[in-house]
Nanobody
Framework: QVQLEESGGGSVQAGGSLRLSCAVS????????MAWFREAPGNQREAVAA???????TYAASVEGRFTISKDSAKKILYLEMDSLKPEGTGMYYC?????????????????????WGKGTLVTVSS
């Protein structure tokens, strides 16, 4: 059974940084796709960063150059480094796995249809 648990959320001022972590169990890091999603208040969930089994990454245009997704296969942790945060970055951040997806496909097409989800961690960016 795949389980995911996010941590690292919090409150930060605009321009600041946060690093989110997602502890993963029961999932093979070398396969499929792992991703971070954001759900802002009143908005649909959107994929912001995704990483393939081979380490290839894809980002949403809104975070390109500011967010970095990475994974530690030995520790079974997925990370999201967020720099130059903006107030519109406020929301719940979820990590998820998608065995049959690529990172490009997830960023372009997926909102809710991943295989497994964590419960989320809240990020608040104040202006």
């Amino acid at each position: 059974q795949v389980q995911l648990e996010e941590s690292g959320g919090g409150s930060v001022q605009a321009g600041g940084s946060l690093r989110l972590s997602c502890a993963v169990s029961g999932y093979r890091f070398s396969s499929g796709c792992m991703a971070w999603f954001r759900e802002a208040p009143g908005n649909q969930r959107e994929a912001v960063a995704a990483i393939d089994g081979d380490g290839s990454t894809t980002y949403a245009a809104s975070v390109e150059g500011r967010f970095t997704i990475s994974k530690d296969s030995a520790k079974k942790i997925l990370y999201l480094e967020m720099d130059s945060l903006k107030p519109e970055g406020t929301g719940m951040y979820y990590c998820a796995t998608g065995e049959s997806y690529t990172s490009e496909y997830v960023i372009a097409n997926v909102r809710y249809g991943m295989d497994y989800w964590g419960k989320g961690t809240l990020v608040t960016v104040s202006s």
